[in-house]
Structure formats: structure tokens, C-alpha cells
T-cell receptor, first 112, second 112 residues
């Protein structure tokens, strides 16, 4: 089974802090993704990576950056956290460009 | 415009009945179609993948695909209260990085 592991289930941070969300997959998948999900807005793609050290902006990249130094790990960085970044953050990976994405358990992030 | 449309529901069915969930998509070139189940506060879980026209069965779930009509559906037989969740239809749109587009989801409520 595919295992996508997100480092924290719940996280509380303060406005202005730099926040790191970590995601690790154990299936040697090339593609990895970060989404946020808010009530009534569905899943929104923040960034994705189709290979090590490669990254592409999704639909809502503003205020975020990413890092992929190793194939199994994809990190999402909130450069200066703001209250409107309070959300559920979901990491996903997939083996091929036509295959399904597999999600981690999510991180519920609160910015105070 | 890349779109995946679902009725938001809620779809209410009695226990033991067949639940029918529908989805339409805008890209004729799409090749991969998925259904995810998402319980409240949890991450999406892949329950079905379908790539060819026709029906695909897995236990109580049947996915149906009609590429000519750009329509994909999910049938849940013998619905149980534990099936109460939001069901997300997702379609890979051809071109670029083969982006996975999610519908907004249909909320299913199975009542005893």
C-alpha cells in the first residue's frame, strides 16, 4: 500500500512565523502535490513537483514556497504565516501522470 | 476551462438502498477518472479508478464511464450508514503536467 506521511496532524503557529509542513512518501513516486482544503472551496492546488528539485505553481501559490531535495520528501513553507492561511493542508503523491493521487492524513494548521 | 461538475447534495438514501453519484467533465481528451471518499475532518481516500468505457466493479462499488457523454458515475449497493461521507469525482485533464481536477463533491447521507 502507498504510504504518504505528513509530519503533524495538528499545528498551531503565530502570525509572522515561518512554518514548515513536511511530507514523505515511501513508494518512489515522482509526482508530489500540496493542497489546501477549506469549507465551501474544495481542494485547491498550491504547488506540485514532478521530479527532484523541480517545482511548479498550482492555482494558489501566493504566500507559499516548496522544497524537494529528495524524491521521497516534499516540504511546504509558509514564509510569513497569516491568519488567512489557517486551513487543512493535504499532501499527495502519484506514480505516473495518468495514475491516481494518494493522500496523507492532512495537517490542520491554525495561525493565531 | 477545465471543469468537473457534481451535484453537491446532500443525497439521502435509506440503509440497504443503491446510492447513485454522478459527475460530468469538460475535457474530451481525459483518460483517467477516480472516485474518492472523504469523511468529515479526514483526507480523501481513493476508492475507484476507471480508465475505459463501461463498468468496473469492486465489492459494493461500481464505477461507470461514458467518454462520449463525458460522464462518470459511482453506484454504491446495499448502502450502509458508514458510507455517509462526501464523494469526490476527479479527472486527469490531458496536456501540461496532466493535472488532476476535483469536483466539489457530493455529500451522501445514509439513514437507518
Amino acid at each position: 500500500d502507498v504510504k504518504v506521511t505528513q509530519s503533524s496532524r495538528y499545528l498551531v503557529k503565530r502570525t509572522g512565523e515561518k512554518v514548515f509542513l513536511e511530507c514523505v512518501q515511501d513508494m518512489d513516486h515522482e509526482n508530489m502535490f500540496w493542497y489546501r482544503q477549506d469549507p465551501g472551496l474544495g481542494l485547491r492546488l498550491i504547488y506540485f513537483s514532478y521530479d527532484v528539485k523541480m517545482k511548479e505553481k498550482g492555482d494558489i501559490p501566493e504566500g507559499y514556497s516548496v522544497s524537494r531535495e529528495k524524491k521521497e520528501r516534499f516540504s511546504l513553507i509558509l514564509e510569513s504565516a497569516s491568519t488567512n492561511q489557517t486551513s487543512m493542508y493535504l499532501c499527495a503523491s502519484r506514480a505516473s501522470q495518468w495514475g491516481p493521487q494518494h493522500f496523507g492524513d492532512g495537517t490542520r494548521l491554525s495561525i493565531l | 476551462q477545465k471543469e468537473v461538475e457534481q451535484n453537491s447534495g446532500p443525497l439521502s438514501v435509506p440503509e440497504g438502498a443503491i446510492a447513485s453519484l454522478n459527475c460530468t467533465y469538460s475535457d474530451r481528451g481525459s483518460q483517467s477518472f477516480f472516485w474518492y471518499r472523504q469523511y468529515s475532518g479526514k483526507s480523501p481516500e481513493l476508492i475507484m479508478s476507471i480508465y475505459s468505457n463501461g463498468d468496473k466493479e469492486d465489492g459494493r462499488f461500481t464505477a461507470q464511464l461514458n467518454k462520449a457523454s463525458q460522464y462518470v458515475s459511482l453506484l454504491i449497493r446495499d448502502s450502509q450508514p458508514s458510507d455517509s461521507a462526501t464523494y469526490l469525482c476527479a479527472v486527469i485533464f490531458s496536456g501540461g503536467y496532466n493535472k488532476l481536477i476535483f469536483g466539489a463533491g457530493t455529500r451522501l447521507a445514509v439513514h437507518p
